[in-house]
């Protein structure tokens, strides 16, 4: 199987488990010493290990993607280099009441023996000073941290 095709997979699963909260079904894509980080954001965090990753995920999207409208993957490019997937894509949550926030971002996962050993989200500049920002007027009681 490609990597672009075993990262299809996951995020597959991972819409799963967003909709259910089958967060240990996502364990087989990962190394159990994954590493997880996340850039130019507020909540930027690097976790070490499957299971702190895990409940990362469920954390952030508790406490923050499910209280908001998502959208994911707008205008997406994906490309498979060397033990690499890339992902560069759009997402965009929306709050009654509140404006949009939109982003953009650089997936990156490094595949080692068919599975997942290092996620990188890198944001594109610009946008940390724009999630403050809307966080600071129409965040209140949403906690998008991992940690």
Request: aromatic letters at 12%; glycine letters at 10%.
């Amino acid at each position: 199987m490609s990597l672009i095709k075993s990262f299809a997979a996951q995020r597959g699963v991972f819409e799963k488990a967003y909709a259910n909260g089958d967060w240990q079904a996502l364990a087989p894509f990962f190394h159990d010493d994954v590493v997880y980080e996340v850039m130019n954001m507020p909540f930027h965090c690097v976790i070490r290990g499957r299971n702190a990753f895990l409940a990362g995920l469920q954390r952030s999207v508790e406490r923050f993607d499910k209280l908001c409208v998502r959208t994911v993957g707008i205008d997406s490019s994906i490309r498979e280099q060397g033990n690499n997937v890339i992902v560069y894509s759009g997402m965009r949550f929306e709050r009654g009441g509140a404006p949009p926030v939109s982003s953009r971002v650089w997936e990156i996962a490094t595949y080692r023996g068919g599975s997942i050993e290092r996620i990188v989200d890198l944001y594109d500049l610009g946008s940390a000073d724009e999630f403050a920002r809307w966080m600071d007027a129409w965040g209140e009681g949403l906690d998008p941290r991992y940690v």
